[in-house]
């Protein structure tokens, strides 16, 4: 078995009276995409907030490479290697598909507000740009405006500008949502492609997509984790049959 890189021990975020993430454990492998799939509101965006920094656990712990990392803001766990995408989307309309990503790689370069001054500094963030563009897919629209492009480029374009931050693991909230079966087809094979290189928490609701790719599942509901363990077992849990998958059909 693969060595785990990222660890939550009862993590668990209250709103209030709401208990939007309860007692959840889970493990992520080396190298493997564990998809986190639920109902609306299920707790999921929460989740990937505590594990990006954007939200604080209100008990709980989040271990990524054997580190506590519970607490840490956005930018200190960003640092250590842990690359985010938001639900919507998250682009500089105006920008090409490029600048977009040197803004994306220079935000986690050391002493990133004064960048330009130094002209090595300057080539370090457009190569780290033009890597993720090509490991994107998107090297053939550099030049181009980014608001100008189809809504699924827009979102390729995303995952791009969270690889520019060069980091080891990604969090991806919902990646293909809003797209049509060709678009999203796209992006799932990127995914299983990058997932040779890189671990993977990825939110989706798109059920094709998570079974084809993700190798862990974590099912939540109501805050709650009803399973989480390899793609199989879970999805032949009892539980996650009865709650989720009917006989078979697509229920959210
Ligand atoms: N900042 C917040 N303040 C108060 N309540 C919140 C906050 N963020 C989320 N919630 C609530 O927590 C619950 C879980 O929300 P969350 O966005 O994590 O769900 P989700 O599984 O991502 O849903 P979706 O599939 O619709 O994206 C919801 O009831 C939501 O209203
Ligand atoms: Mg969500």
């Known amino acids: 078995m693969s060595a785990i890189i990222l660890e939550t021990r009862g993590l668990t975020k209250t709103f209030g009276g709401l208990t939007a993430v309860n007692d959840i454990s889970l493990q992520v492998a080396a190298r493997e995409i564990h998809a986190i ?42 640092h250590l290697g842990v690359g985010r995408s938001f639900q919507r ?26 960048f330009f001054r130094r002209s090595e500094s300057y080539r370090a963030v ?15 629209r550099r030049e181009r405006i980014a608001g100008s492009m189809s809504y699924g480029e827009q979102r390729q374009l995303e995952i791009g500008m969270v690889l520019a931050t060069e980091p080891s693991f990604l969090l991806l909230d919902e990646p293909m949502a809003g797209m049509g079966k060709e678009e999203s087809s796209r992006v799932v094979e990127l995914l299983a492609e990058l997932s040779r290189e890189y ?8 059920m094709d997509a998570v079974f084809s790719i993700a190798k862990t599942l974590t099912v939540m509901v109501n805050g709650q984790m009803l399973a989480s363990g390899p793609l199989d077992r879970v999805r032949n849990d009892p539980a996650v049959q009865e709650a989720y998958l009917g006989d078979g059909e697509e229920q959210f």
Not at 199 to 206: K, Q
């Open 126 to 140: 457009c190569e780290r740009a033009e890597k993720a563009l090509e490991l994107c897919g998107l090297s053939h």
């Open 37 to 78: 799939i639920g109902p609306n509101g299920a707790g999921k965006s929460t989740m990937v907030n505590l594990l990006s920094g954007h939200l604080r656990p209100s008990s709980g712990q989040v271990i990524f490479n054997g580190q506590d990392i519970t607490g840490l803001a956005p930018n200190r766990v960003s």
């Open 199 to 206: 671990s993977m928490v990825l939110v989706e609701h798109d």
């Open 89 to 114: 989307t998250n682009i500089f309309p105006s920008f090409s598909c490029l600048e977009n990503c040197m803004l994306a790689a220079q935000s986690r370069m050391k002493n990133s507000f004064r």
